[in-house]
């Protein structure tokens, strides 16, 4: 099965722009793996906020912003807000249509 | 209201079966599928299935297929998600996620999770 790396944890300052990234065992991410990203509070489910590579859902508030970069999926997050400490999950589509989770990246504002 | 609201907590012993509901209400079941997702205690998100609301059709992870089986009630709009042969390493929070009719794409609506806890 691929493996879906992503940054163990990450660190913003409030008002500050910061980029996760979720890369693949198999090569370069791709727009036909569909790139998703997840934002998950403790204790909470999880909630889409970027399918597709970059495309949002009402709910997604806009600073944040989904990308293909360097060969990876990425995630940006400008004028980053308290509210916004949280883990952050991507999932990426195969060649065999199964998807497939990032281990998440843990972001801090302060 | 456009929810999934699923089953709640079950504690069983190694061996055993446990079954999980995830209840669909505000929109028309049979129009979209349900994703199956675990988080073990501590970890990351693990995809373990789908099913299509619309004619049953199904996939599974790798890891799973075999001991899992997920399946519809359309008369309740209604998933359901079975594990078998259960272990210590199946502890874990189970949600299910709304998907496209024919595919395991979307997950725009995630039900509230179900802790399942293997314990002797």
């Known amino acids: 099965q691929p493996v879906v790396t992503q940054e163990p944890s990450l660190t913003v300052s409030p008002g500050g722009t910061v980029t996760l990234t979720c890369g693949s065992s198999t090569g370069s991410v791709t727009g036909s793996q569909y790139p998703y990203w997840f934002q998950q509070k403790p204790g909470q489910a999880p909630r889409t906020l970027i399918y597709d590579t970059n495309s949002k859902h009402s709910w997604t508030p806009a600073r944040f912003s989904g990308s293909l970069l360097g060969g990876k999926a990425a995630l940006t997050l400008s004028g980053a807000q308290p509210e916004d400490e949280a883990d952050y999950y991507c999932l990426l589509s195969y060649k065999d249509a199964r998807p497939v989770f990032g281990g998440g990246t843990k972001l801090t504002v302060l | 209201q456009v929810q999934l609201v699923q089953s709640g907590v079950e504690v069983t012993k190694p061996g055993a079966s446990v079954k999980v509901s995830c209840k669909a209400s505000g929109y028309t079941f049979t129009n979209y599928g349900i994703n199956w997702v675990r988080q073990a205690p501590g970890k990351g998100l693990e995809w373990m299935g789908w099913i299509s609301g619309y004619n049953g059709n199904t996939d599974y992870a790798q890891n799973f297929q075999g001991r899992v089986t997920v399946t519809t009630d359309t008369s309740t709009s209604t998933a359901h998600m079975e594990v078998r042969s259960l272990r210590f390493d199946d502890t874990a929070v189970y949600y299910c996620?709304?998907?496209?009719?024919?595919?395991?794409?979307?997950?725009?609506?995630w039900g509230q999770g179900t802790l399942v806890t293997v314990s002797s």
């Open positions: 996620a709304r998907t496209f009719r024919d595919s395991w794409y979307l997950l725009d609506l």
